[in-house]
């Protein structure tokens, strides 16, 4: 076992991106990054490592169980940060069955061969090395207004197809720790917000609707009710828990910070109506729309372990943490606009056919 690699998988996604970016920033050892490149993996987010000589991208599938045996045979990792999935509820709800194939079927197979890999290691290796599975709140379903925020132990009631196919892979995570021994790190985050995010998700396409003038969509109240988590502090909480969770355990991460879609949106508007001013407030775009089904009302992490048992705090509030996004959305538009014209899937179609092609 090489104890300067880890493999990350969907590490050309949103949150994975990040994480690559800031192990590699602070020199903790080479990175596989294996993502598929779904719609939602983007090179354009690692585009601050190009050709960084501990960053070795693998374009592939979780669930292609000979290619990742073949990784893992060759770069003997002495960890596993599992990042890649369907993220986005709204189309899991449109068309469910790519969330089960991977977060379930990709989650097992990716089980599979870190088994077998792990059962080859030496008693000595077998006990450091460990496999972090990156899970979210959306879980434990959802909370009424007066509930407690959820902790570990609150029972699990996923709601939508992606949480449900993220509560199964969650339970084979767990299933794999207590039948077969496997070091597993479980991690349960509360809504990421920051640089990189798909923009189907509620923040960047906020920004990028009000910057074209476009209506700002509200589902039904706006009243439902996430807790914010600037992404680089999620980054540091998987790390922390990395290095020092207990195996087998559970952590829930979350930022402390309960705001309404409407509180969010509203903070989005003042802040680019400083930033960027139009010659109207952005609150003016805000429209109502019907309501997501199944809408889960309200989601609020209890964070208490993690910050008393492995000392990790946040490092940014929500309003420096919004600050920074926004500037960083203005900064980029040419990353949103890549996506949403389709120049960067056609770049991405081009380059891999292209490479495809050529001998190896
Ligand atoms: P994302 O959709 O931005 O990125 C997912 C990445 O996984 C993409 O790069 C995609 O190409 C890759 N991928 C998808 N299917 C794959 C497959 N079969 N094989 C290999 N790669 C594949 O997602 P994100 O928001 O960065 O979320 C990352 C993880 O964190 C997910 O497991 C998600 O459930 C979890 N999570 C997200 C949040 C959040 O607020 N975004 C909060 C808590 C937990
Ligand atoms: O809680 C963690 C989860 O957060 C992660 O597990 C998911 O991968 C991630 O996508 C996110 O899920 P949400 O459904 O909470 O995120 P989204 O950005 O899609 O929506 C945030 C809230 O905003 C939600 O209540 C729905 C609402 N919304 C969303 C969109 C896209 C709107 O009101 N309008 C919109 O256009």
Excluded at 56 to 80: K, N
Excluded at 181 to 201: M, R
Excluded at 281 to 303: C, E, K, N, W
Aim: glycine share 6%.
């Amino acid at each position: 076992m090489n104890n300067n690699v880890i493999l990350v998988t969907g590490g050309a996604g949103f949150i994975g991106a990040n994480f690559v970016i800031a192990w590699l920033q602070a020199g903790l050892g080479t990175v596989v990054n294996l993502d598929k490149l779904t719609y939602a993996g983007n090179l354009d987010n690692l585009r601050s490592l190009k050709d960084h000589a501990q960053h070795v991208f693998v374009q592939g599938d979780i669930a292609d169980r000979a290619l990742v045996d073949a990784l893992l045979a060759e770069h003997q990792p002495s960890a596993i940060v599992h990042f890649a999935a369907e993220s986005h509820v709204d189309r899991s709800i449109h068309g469910p069955a790519d969330f089960i194939q991977t977060n379930v079927v990709g989650t097992f197979q990716l089980l599979e061969a870190t088994r077998a890999y792990w059962a080859r290691l030496s008693a000595a290796d077998r006990d450091a090395f460990r496999y972090l599975h990156v899970s979210t709140d959306e879980v434990y379903g959802s909370l009424d207004v007066d509930d407690p925020a959820f902790s570990e132990t609150t029972a699990y009631a996923p709601n939508s197809p992606y949480s449900a196919s993220k509560a199964a892979s969650d339970h084979l995570v767990r299933a794999y720790h207590h039948t077969y021994g496997l070091p597993v790190l479980t991690t349960n985050c509360s809504n990421n917000y920051g640089a990189y995010q798909f923009p189907e998700k509620l923040i960047p396409l906020v920004i990028h609707n009000a910057l074209a003038g476009k209506p700002l969509p509200i589902y039904g109240d706006g009243g439902n009710v996430r807790d914010w988590l600037y992404v680089n502090d999620h980054c540091s909480a998987i790390r922390r828990v990395l290095a020092a969770g207990r195996v087998g355990e559970t952590y829930n991460i979350g930022g402390c910070n309960e705001k309404t879609n409407l509180q969010v949106v509203h903070t989005l508007c003042d802040i680019l109506d400083t930033l960027q001013p139009a010659a109207h407030s952005y609150r003016d775009l805000i429209t109502f729309v019907p309501d997501r089904p199944g809408h889960d009302r309200r989601y609020a992490i209890d964070a208490s372990k993690i910050q008393q048992e492995l000392g990790w705090q946040p490092a940014e509030d929500f309003e420096s943490g919004m600050r920074k996004t926004v500037a960083w959305y203005l900064a980029n538009q040419d990353w949103t606009d890549n996506i949403t014209s389709g120049a960067y899937r056609q770049w991405l179609e081009t380059n891999y056919a292209q490479r495809n092609k050529e001998p190896a």
